[in-house]
């Protein structure tokens, strides 16, 4: 529906000193920092696994080496989307229209839903990380305690008893992390960068990573997750949706992955026969996680 003469009757007397409601401060981008983004050009993008070799057998004199192979791991596609919006003022409106149409304009009211859209389409990969209907390349939601290896066996990315943000909690998902391993069942390197949560935590998280000393105990030890500095801060990230859910970010390559295909393109036009303006907002992007060893997290208690 075209916004008429009549969508803002007050905007065609003077008098109306501001219409408010167009324009907010926004939070600073967030899925910035917790997605690798990367240009893509194709209509889709593949990452694939592949499985290492095993651990080095020994020989006996004179036998022969034992020869290993590797093979194709799991398959993850991002197939981008496009997203659009736009509205449609008439002629007359804009001819009439004192103040609102230029307000439209002017506050960028299309630029903020888009950054609005990716920070809920982005938000969402956590918001639904333990939700088996929504499955990476594995076959697994995004933080699961079964994922599968290739070479067989299970691997885990979740606590084995949720818990919520703790002390304790953090210290078991660290070394949880530390004892992630590839395909072949072989020990990796991967650490966690920060500790993502929603803002109902924000307070709980400082007080655990920034007091010196151990929180709500009777003993003078010191904290060791910030004496240590294992985990590298907090970051809130306020589109996320449940109030007891956290999660760790880890360094591990190819893990959330972000692939840009069209950037936003905000355009104008007019209708030859209404003579009616349009201006529409496109863009096209795709988002999830290719390797699930890139986060760690816990529902909650």
Partial sequence: MPITTGSFAKDLWPGVKTWYGLKYKEYPLQYTSCFDITKSSLAFEEEVGATGFGLAQVKPEGS??????????????YTHITYSLGFIVTREMKEDGIAVTKSIARAGSLAFSNRQTKETICANIFNRAFNSSYVGGDGKEMCADDHPNKSGGTWRNELSTAADLSEAALEQAYIDIEDFKNDRGLLISVHPTHLLIPSELRFEADRILESPLRVAVANNDINALKNTGAIGGYMVNNYLTDADAWFLKTDCPDGLRYFERRNDELD???DFDTENAKFKSTMRFSVGHTDPRGVFGSPGA
């Fill in 268 to 270: 104008i036009d007019s």
């Fill in 64 to 77: 022969s080496i034992t020869y290993d192979d590797m093979s194709q791991g799991f398959v993850t596609r």
